[in-house]
């Protein structure tokens, strides 16, 4: 039976969203799709768990009556949802009128009769208004025909927890398909993943999330308590959120992600805390959240004010931030830590918010603040930070009555609407942060007696200030010419990791300064002479060497996977032995270098579950099914299959034949204006036929060239190709790189190469022929 891949759930339920897209935006039409995928999954699970309970009975001797009996009794479902009749998918996919009162009454008989999804589902309401009018019926049907394309038991995927990465993946579309009503719900999975490895989470601890959202931060603390060998079963997540139908989401996505154990409370969190022990605020190990922006807060009726020992924010004005920050220091346990995204205005602001501060920093709670770069949350474009606290008296010693401040508003990747921080920049933060130390323009750790003799002020750039240096003008140099050595000295570190000797590119004109080499004669000629460059060639060539040995060397552990199952163990050798290999040939510094392996892994961490469920063969079946997929939802259109991975190995001379036939008909369109038209006509029509058949024949040539492989040829190839992505995410930096000191030798040449004399002497030319040409115009 063909397995469900990632890749196809993805696709499948992202187009289950356009289906409704247009009638109302995604912050609406979200509910739908979310109650509809979880109505699909529990009913396809009590299905296996209703078949597994009647043939057992059967196999027992007892009548099929007797069987049903049994297996319509919910409390034989304790591991799963009991699904009444009204919400079972056999019901629901026969619906063809009043279809919104239908999948209502599903919803409503499935949270009825399981109690543990109380509240979750009821607010979702198929019949709602978008505008003027309510989803139509012909709307719905779609909608219900397109879920019913495939089965969602566990059975059915290519690995265990496929159905909770899928819904984390329809998360994050909504969230950036909602703008800024995204940032209610979703922090972006980058920012998630440092603020965890900051406050590094371990099993046995209680984790805590007092604006969950869609409840990310609480599975990326189970993900990362699992990457590090501890036992994710032995480790409880908590979780409150005001808003009803994000807490939903939330409680959906947990049970998606096998967490039912999850305790996720619905209210302000500021007004009315919900978890409690014994009549008193529950305590946390571990405190992470992304509370929202600016808010405003009202103590009327609010419980727990001993909550709030430094001070009161104003109810109005938009200033509630430390009120959050207050309440999750309260909750702390004896040797507890916080991490939670603040605005910067917290940082500075005077009134009560500085005495807040004061109060912090006096009882030697603030372990560190960490600045981010701006547009790297949905809702805001404005710069954050992260705020790093301990339950007083638990810095370790090194770090009492001190402060880290991190200025890492440089770290981030510009994506097309917003900014994203990649694996190397979380690399750099956390190694700062773990490292505590003063590091020039970047970090600065500060005594509580320096921040107080600044005035409570944690503006981060006062203390780590990370604005460039003003560029250097020798003048010396725009009079007369030459490049000044110091200014090449200043770029060592960035010459000499690519190995570019400074005889490559420049000649000696005295003790301070170079000339180009006289071949050097126009700009283009600094890229070809340093790419050209022995030294340069040298050193790409060790890291290409290295790289090559490291894979040989490791790729057994992968060999293995299948039969031992430790991908957690894998990841982190993996990761380790690349970084303490590949950095010492210098070209990348550690932070590149571990950048490359994560995002390799994060990138392929889904196919190696699948490897460890299904094999080698397995993974290529599942390589092979996704691409007859896309094509068959492309229904004939264009798919440009050249720079797959797999298709280009399978069936190369397929490929190359599609090539001609496409360019067959390129050639005719362009001869059809200077040949005979009826001829050109009808070899084109032929070519265009032909070309239709090729393509139409591309899933049957994969799938022969599939069945054809041995084990060890899908072995040899899915090594093969991930070898070859890492091998060109390490390019992808060494090009980068590379580029760096080309742009370094450009600027020298763009600012010294035209000399004042140069400019005087051009002036003068263009004089005397101005006066030349006025005096033949009489003008003289």
């Known amino acids: ?156 995927f290519e690995f265990p927890d496929l159905i909770g990465a899928a819904y984390e993946y329809l998360i994050g579309q909504f969230a950036d398909s909602a703008g800024k009503k995204g940032g209610e719900f979703y922090t972006p999975r980058d920012v998630v993943r440092l603020m965890v490895r900051i406050l590094k989470p371990q099993e046995g601890m209680r984790v805590y999330d007092p604006c969950v959202g869609s409840g990310g931060m609480l599975i990326h603390s189970k993900h990362y308590v699992e990457e590090h060998g501890g036992n994710s079963f032995n480790l409880s997540l908590y979780g409150q959120d005001n808003n009803g139908s994000v807490w939903s989401m939330c409680k959906m996505n947990m049970i998606l992600h096998g967490i039912a154990g999850a305790d996720i409370q619905n209210d302000d969190v500021l007004a009315s805390p919900l978890h409690l022990d014994g009549g008193e605020l529950m305590r946390f190990d571990r405190v992470i959240t992304n509370p929202p922006f600016s808010q405003n807060y009202s103590k009327d009726g609010m419980k727990f004010t001993e909550r709030f020992r430094y001070g009161f924010c104003p109810e109005t004005g938009k200033k509630g931030d430390l009120m959050f920050l207050q309440h999750m220091l309260a909750v702390l346990r004896t040797n507890g830590m916080m991490a939670t995204v603040m605005p910067h205005g917290v940082l500075f602001r005077g009134g009560t918010e500085k005495e807040i501060r004061k109060g912090v920093i006096e009882d030697d709670l603030l372990e560190a603040v960490i600045g981010f770069p701006p547009n790297l949350f949905y809702g805001t474009g404005i710069p954050a930070c992260v705020l790093v606290c301990r339950a007083k008296g638990a810095k370790p010693d090194k770090r009492k009555d001190k402060v880290l401040f991190i200025n890492a508003d440089a770290e981030f990747y510009t994506g097309r609407a917003q900014n994203y921080l990649r694996p190397e920049h979380i690399e750099k933060i956390t190694s700062a942060f773990d490292a505590f130390e003063n590091i020039p323009g970047y970090a600065a750790v500060l005594t509580r007696k320096d921040i107080k003799s600044n005035d409570w002020n944690l503006n981060i750039r006062r203390y780590a200030d990370n604005a460039p240096q003003p560029e250097p003008q020798d ?46 004669t126009e700009r283009g000629d600094i890229k070809k002479r340093i790419e050209a460059g022995k030294g340069i060639q040298l050193k790409e060539t060790k890291l290409k060497n290295t790289f090559d040995r490291w894979w040989e060397k490791h790729k057994q552990s992968l060999i293995d996977l299948p039969d031992t199952k430790n991908l957690m163990e894998v990841r982190n050798d993996l990761l380790e032995a690349f970084v303490s290999d590949i950095t010492p040939v210098g070209l990348l510094d550690r932070f590149k270098v571990a950048g490359v392996i994560a995002t390799w892994w994060n990138e392929n961490k889904f196919d190696l579950k699948t490897l460890i469920a299904q094999g080698f063969g397995g993974l290529v079946d599942g390589w092979v099914d996704t691409i007859e997929a896309v094509m068959e939802e492309a229904k004939g259109n264009h798919f440009d299959l050249a720079d797959d991975p797999i298709v280009t190995r399978l069936i190369p001379d397929y490929l190359e034949e599609l090539e001609h036939a496409r360019q ?97 002497g051009a002036r003068g030319n263009a004089a005397i022929a101005l006066s030349e040409f006025s005096r033949e115009l009489g003008y003289d």
Not at 477 to 498: F, Y
Request: glycine content about 4%; overall charge neutral.
């Open 1 to 156: 039976m063909k397995k469900l891949t990632l890749s196809q759930l993805e696709r499948h339920l992202f187009a289950a969203a356009d289906i409704l897209r247009g009638k109302m935006d995604a912050s609406e039409f979200k509910e739908y799709i979310f109650g509809m995928l979880f109505l699909k999954r529990c009913s396809d699970v009590f299905d296996e768990e209703y078949e597994r309970i009647i043939n057992a009975n059967l196999a027992r001797g007892r009548t099929e009556d007797q069987a049903i009996k049994r297996a319509e009794d919910p409390a034989r479902y304790a591991k799963s949802f009991f699904v009444p009749k009204t919400a079972r998918w056999e019901k629901i996919k026969h619906a063809h009128r009043n279809i919104g009162d239908e999948l209502n009454k599903a919803l409503s008989a499935l949270e009825h009769d399981n109690r543990s999804l109380e509240g979750v589902l009821g607010h979702i309401d198929f019949n709602r208004k978008a505008g003027k009018t309510k989803i139509p019926d012909r709307k719905l049907r779609d909608l219900i025909d397109h879920f019913n394309k495939y089965r969602l038991r566990n059975a059915d």
């Open 475 to 520: 003048v010396r140099a725009h009079l007369l010419g030459g490049i000044p050595k110091d200014e090449v000295e200043s770029k060592k570190d960035l010459l000499d990791a690519h190995g570019l000797k400074i005889s490559t590119i420049f000649v000696e004109r005295d003790a301070d300064y170079y000339d180009f080499d006289s071949t050097v």
């Open 664 to 760: 067959d008909i390129v050639r005719l369109e362009q001869e059809k204006q200077v040949q005979p038209y009826v001829k050109i006509t009808n070899q084109l029509k032929e070519a265009k036929k032909r070309f239709k058949e090729l393509q139409k024949d591309f899933i049957k040539c994969l799938h022969e060239a599939r069945d054809a492989l041995s084990d060890d040829d899908c072995r040899y190839l899915v090594l093969d190709i991930l070898k070859e992505k890492l091998s060109g995410h390490l390019q992808s930096y060494v090009t980068s790189h590379r580029q760096e000191v080309i742009a370094a030798v450009e600027n020298w040449w763009d600012k010294y190469l035209v000399t004042l004399r140069d400019i005087e």
